[in-house]
């Protein structure tokens, strides 16, 4: 079984690319994943200078890699639910590269923007309701479910 999910926030922001052959979108991105450790444990790292924290390469394909670039930014919590991939590649000198990495199926985004990037995407973050941009949703009492 080849199933990872990760919860982190993004180091840069998401890079969209086309292929070539197919011009299938695809986005790749870096997620930094906090490491289970003791507030004293992470206070040590920290003051030698060592990570606390584990960065995955993640790549998404199709529509949710364009929703990726359009949406998610540095520093943003994101969930990420696919496989791990292992491949490798020979660099313009030659050398053998190995790449390990995170193919995404499922990207959840766990923080919005207060504007998103690239454009007015209909998200305008009302403070007067809890489902922005969505006109007329509103919290709704449990009294007033019928069940």
Same mark, same amino acid.
């Given at each position: 079984?080849?199933?990872? =999910?990760? %919860?982190?926030?993004? #180091?840069?922001? $998401? *890079?969209?690319?086309? &292929? $070539?052959?197919? /011009?299938? @979108?695809?986005?790749?991105?870096?997620?930094? =994943?906090?490491?289970?450790?003791?507030? *004293?444990?992470?206070?040590?790292?920290?003051?030698?200078?060592? $990570? &606390? @924290?584990?960065? %995955?390469?993640?790549?998404?394909?199709?529509?949710? @890699? *364009?929703?990726?670039?359009? +949406?998610?930014?540095? /520093?943003?919590? #994101?969930?990420?639910?696919?496989? %791990?991939?292992?491949?490798? +590649?020979?660099?313009?000198?030659?050398?053998?590269?190995?790449?390990?990495? =995170?193919?995404?199926?499922?990207?959840?985004?766990? *923080?919005? $923007?207060?504007?998103?990037? /690239? /454009?007015?995407?209909?998200?305008?973050?009302?403070?007067?309701?809890?489902?922005?941009? %969505?006109?007329?949703?509103?919290?709704?009492?449990?009294?007033?479910?019928?069940?």
């Amino acid at each position: 079984m080849n199933s990872v =999910v990760l %919860i982190g926030r993004l #180091t840069r922001d $998401p *890079e969209l690319r086309y &292929t $070539p052959s197919s /011009g299938n @979108a695809v986005c790749s991105f870096t997620l930094a =994943v906090d490491k289970q450790l003791s507030r *004293e444990k992470k206070q040590e790292m920290e003051a030698r200078n060592q $990570p &606390t @924290a584990d960065f %995955i390469n993640i790549v998404v394909w199709g529509k949710t @890699a *364009e929703n990726c670039a359009n +949406y998610l930014a540095k /520093g943003r919590m #994101t969930a990420v639910q696919g496989r %791990i991939q292992s491949r490798s +590649y020979d660099d313009k000198d030659g050398r053998r590269v190995y790449v390990t990495e =995170v193919v995404a199926q499922n990207v959840e985004f766990l *923080e919005w $923007p207060d504007s998103p990037r /690239g /454009g007015n995407s209909g998200f305008d973050n009302r403070k007067d309701t809890d489902f922005p941009g %969505i006109e007329g949703f509103h919290p709704t009492d449990n009294d007033d479910i019928p069940f």
